[in-house]
């Protein structure tokens, strides 16, 4: 290698110099592109997650505030017939022989 070379003279020509800053200032862009969509993309990840999360809070709360109630239901026989009637008008539509249903239909308009 010449002495030139070596010294680091040729690395200061003005087009090289030019160049050099403008592949340096692309790579920071790109860089910071990537960082931003990073972060933007995180963001909207954690959002999705948190209602996921607080559906399945309250889905948990439901179903034990559910089970309580049947634990209840199930402490004596009475409290068992109760729970079995109950289940039986709300979840399967039953009546008691001389009972009616009535269903209100809301108008179409």
């Keep these: 290698m010449s002495s030139r070379q070596m010294s680091g003279e040729v690395c200061n020509s003005p087009k090289k110099h030019r ?64 729970y079995i009637e109950n289940i039986a008008r709300e979840k399967l539509d039953y009546a008691n022989p001389d009972e009616r249903i009535i269903y209100i239909v809301p108008s179409a308009e």
């Design 19 to 82: 160049f050099l800053r403008f592949l340096t200032a692309a790579a920071l862009l790109v860089i910071a592109v990537f960082i931003v969509y990073t972060i933007v993309s995180d963001m909207i990840q954690i959002q999705k997650d948190t209602e996921t999360y607080n559906n399945l809070v309250a889905q948990t709360n439901e179903i034990k505030e559910e089970n309580a109630q049947i634990t209840g239901y199930l402490e004596n026989d009475n409290n068992l017939k109760e």
